[in-house]
């Protein structure tokens, strides 16, 4: 199917559409959205991927990290 074709019968679509399959296409077209990151959770990343860097030893493994939460639980 051609881009105007496909163009032509999508607002056609549109056009009749109830407000239940509009809030799905306006779902689907937000979603296609970048997404823009906070400047503080931009400085938070920064600041974690420097000490990261500093100590890359300094991990824990998935499993020590949920045998910690399951204790503090």
């Given amino acids: 199917m051609e881009k105007t074709t ?3 019968e999508l607002h ?3 056009d009749q559409a109830d407000e ?3 809030k799905l296409i306006y779902g689907m077209m937000q979603a296609d959205q970048p997404i823009e990151v906070p400047k503080f959770h931009q ?3 920064q ?3 420097t000490k990261h860097q500093a ?3 300094d991990v824990l493994s998935w499993q020590q990290v949920r045998d910690h939460v ?3 639980g």
């Fill in 6 to 8: 496909l163009r032509e």
């Fill in 12 to 14: 056609q679509y549109i």
């Fill in 47 to 49: 600041e974690r991927l």
């Fill in 55 to 57: 100590n890359p030893k």
């Fill in 20 to 22: 239940r399959i509009l």
């Fill in 43 to 45: 400085d938070i990343i």
């Fill in 70 to 72: 399951q204790q503090r």
